[in-house]
């Protein structure tokens, strides 16, 4: 099993900005994609922003320009720079990983886990 522990959400301001982190630990073989996800009240699940093992990058439109996605692999950790914040920004932010696991002389294959989420409001 992978375990996914989010932090940096909070309260802030329009204009402001947050730093959210995502920390993988378990029976990590290999972590492959990484993400953010994000839902408001009342919609969908969206993408926000994407990374691979390698560094390649994916953004949804309404965040590109103002969010960055980075990780570091030696910490198996994911992290998502959020600048000129605007209100609806205001979600429930969950981190994705998609890994393979090993223990007790197993394999697993990699399929995808989820983080608990994290509050961002954007509020004045």
């Known amino acids: 099993q992978v375990q996914l522990v989010e932090s940096g959400g909070g309260l802030v301001q329009p204009g402001g900005s947050l730093r959210l982190s995502c920390a993988a630990s378990g029976s990590i073989f290999r972590i492959n994609n990484m993400g953010w996800y994000r839902q408001a009240p009342g919609k969908q699940r969206e993408l926000v922003a994407a990374i691979t093992s390698g560094g390649s990058t994916n953004y949804a439109d309404s965040v590109k320009g103002r969010f960055t996605i980075s990780r570091d692999n030696a910490k198996n950790t994911v992290y998502l720079q959020m600048t000129s914040l605007k209100p609806e920004d205001t979600a429930v932010y969950y981190c994705?990983?998609?890994?393979?696991?090993?223990?007790?002389?197993?394999?697993?294959?990699?399929?995808?886990?989820w983080g608990q989420g994290t509050q961002v409001t954007v509020s004045s």
């Open positions: 994705n990983a998609e890994g393979s696991t090993y223990y007790s002389g197993t394999y697993y294959p990699p399929r995808s886990y």
